[in-house]
Structures are given as structure tokens and as C-alpha cells.
């Protein structure tokens, strides 16, 4: 679902944390507030600009946004005539899209380029002078992780070994031992985000593994586009409440464990294997699906 993300402030002379005014500069607009937490957002109203202004709150440290890669952002768009919220990402799920000005949009991809993980942006643009949203907007944009980022835990011999290619994707390696009879849930990268919550939708990407091959039957990496599921849509995901989002969790799941929407003949009386990187976490009434 396609989100309008657009507004506010530009010009290298303009500083967010306050500056006096003239006809001849862009109007101020300061963007308070902690990474990962809702801006909080002051500028006078009606807001007057005449052409689409973007600038960095503050940087990202992370990696750079990639053409054609996959993003993740989190976002709050406010009508600007009086600073109402028209829509708005942090008390739900965010939003997984492409790089690419086809999937984005001509503004929001501008904004997007060349940023890094970790950036909040904050941009202004004049009302369209059509449609139904016939107003100046101002939005603010979190440039979110779209693979974990947690502390890496020793792993377990018993287990299958995970290797990472390059953009983040998993693949694993079954060791020469029998598998769990129990469902193991084993952290390999620890996170210190918000904890998952019992009936939360989380962003994930994720791979499904058979242990006797170590074959991936179902992920998100093929396009590595993050996704978003209720906990109770696979049965088995329930069992990640209580870890970290930017933790990176390998659930192995015996054939006695039942596995709801997964279920399937060709994988009937097989151990699964998920490897899941946990990307954020939120109520469900938000959940949608990325891609």
C-alpha cells in the first residue's frame, strides 16, 4: 500500500533548531524527538511554500540506501494548513518499499537517495492544486534497518550453521545429528529494540529452511523486500514474543509442532528450520504485507 510521504524544509541556510524568518527564506520548521520514537514537529501555521524543500535532521550511520534495494521507513505526515496529522506509521507497522522512483514516487525517492540507514528527514511541499488532499504537507521520514543488526551469540554445535550473503540473506548448513524433537528458539544476533508483544504484527525478513536439505521453501530475500505478519498467522511465530527487535532468531520447529498457514503435504513430517531477522514490532491492527 502505497503511502504519500511528503513535506518540509530545505535550503543549506536554514537550521532546524530555530532561525528567524524573511520573505526571502523557507519557512522554519524544528523536528524534536528520540531515533525510533514520533517526531514532535513546530512550525507556524498556515504553512506557506511554494516548492518542494528536503533536509536531514540528522544523518544516518548505517548503510547507504542502495537503487533498486529494498527500504524500510517509518513516517508522520501532517496537513500543514494546522498542523493536523494526516497519517502516521510509529503507532503501527512501517513501511516496506523499493528504491526507485517507479515504486516511490518522484518526491519520495528524491528524498531517499543516497541517505543511510538510521537518517530522519524532514521535507515541506505546497498543496497539489488538486484532489481531495489539496494542501501543504510536512513529513517526517526514519530510514529504518531492512536486516538485523543485533550482537552476534555464540552458536549452538547442534544446530544448523547459518551463512549471511552479502546483502543479508540466510542460507544454512544442517549438522550431522539427528534434529530437536522440542521446538528450539535460538537467537543468533541479539537485538536492543522494543521487545515483540503478544498479538503484535512484526516486519521481518525471513527464509524457511527443510533440515534434512537445508532447501529454503519460502522467504523474503528473493526480492529483499521486508514483510509483515500478524504473530497468529503462523503458529509457530507466537513464539517470538519477548525478543528484540534488530535480533536475528532461528526457530526450529519438530513435525509435531503445529505450523498453521505453513502447513503443507511436501513439507509434511519434516523438521523446518525458519531463520528470522526481527526488522520492528506493532499492533496488529496495522499489518499489511511488503512487496
Do not use: H
Not at 498467522?233 to 498453521?260: F, I, K, N, R
Amino acid at each position: 500500500m502505497r503511502r504519500q510521504v511528503v513535506a518540509c524544509l530545505a535550503a543549506a541556510m536554514l537550521l532546524l533548531t530555530g532561525c528567524v524568518s524573511s520573505p526571502d527564506e523557507p519557512p522554519e520548521v524544528v523536528v524534536s524527538g528520540n531515533p525510533g520514537e514520533k517526531p514532535t514537529v513546530t512550525y507556524r501555521t498556515p504553512l506557506a511554500v511554494s516548492e518542494t524543500l528536503t533536509q536531514e535532521v540528522w544523518p544516518g550511520t548505517g548503510p547507504e540506501l542502495v537503487e533498486g534495494s529494498p527500504v524500510l521507513v517509518d513516517f508522520w505526515l501532517e496537513n500543514a494548513t494546522d498542523a493536523s496529522v494526516v497519517t502516521e506509521s510509529y503507532s503501527s507497522n512501517p513501511t516496506p518499499r523499493v528504491l526507485t522512483a517507479e515504486d516511490l514516487g518522484k518526491d519520495l525517492y528524491e528524498m531517499l537517495r543516497g541517505q543511510r540507514v538510521g537518517a530522519r528527514l524532514v521535507q515541506m511541499s505546497p498543496a497539489p492544486g488538486s484532489g481531495s488532499a489539496n494542501y501543504p504537507t510536512v513529513t517526517v521520514i526514519d530510514v529504518l534497518n531492512t536486516r538485523a543488526d543485533g550482537e552476534p551469540v555464540p552458536p549452538r554445535e547442534d544446530l544448523p550453521a547459518v551463512t549471511l550473503a552479502e546483502n543479508g540473506a540466510p542460507s544454512i548448513t544442517p549438522p550431522a545429528v539427528d534434529p530437536p524433537t522440542d521446538l528450539v528458539i535460538q537467537p543468533l544476533l541479539r537485538g536492543m529494540g522494543q521487545q515483540v508483544a503478544a498479538g503484535d504484527s512484526i516486519t521481518v525478513q525471513y527464509t524457511g529452511f527443510a533440515w534434512s536439505t537445508g532447501e529454503g521453501f519460502d522467504g523474503t530475500w528473493e526480492n529483499g523486500v521486508p514483510a509483515i505478519f500478524p504473530l497468529e498467522s503462523v503458529a509457530v511465530w507466537s513464539e517470538l514474543v519477548e525478543q528484540p527487535v534488530g535480533s536475528q532468531v532461528m526457530l526450529v520447529v519438530p513435525p509435531t509442532y503445529p505450523m498453521g498457514a505453513t502447513d503443507s503435504e511436501e513439507l509434511a513430517g519434516q523438521t523446518i528450520v525458519f531463520v528470522i531477522d526481527i526488522l520492528a514490532t506493532g499492533p496488529a491492527s496495522g499489518a499489511g504485507t511488503g512487496g
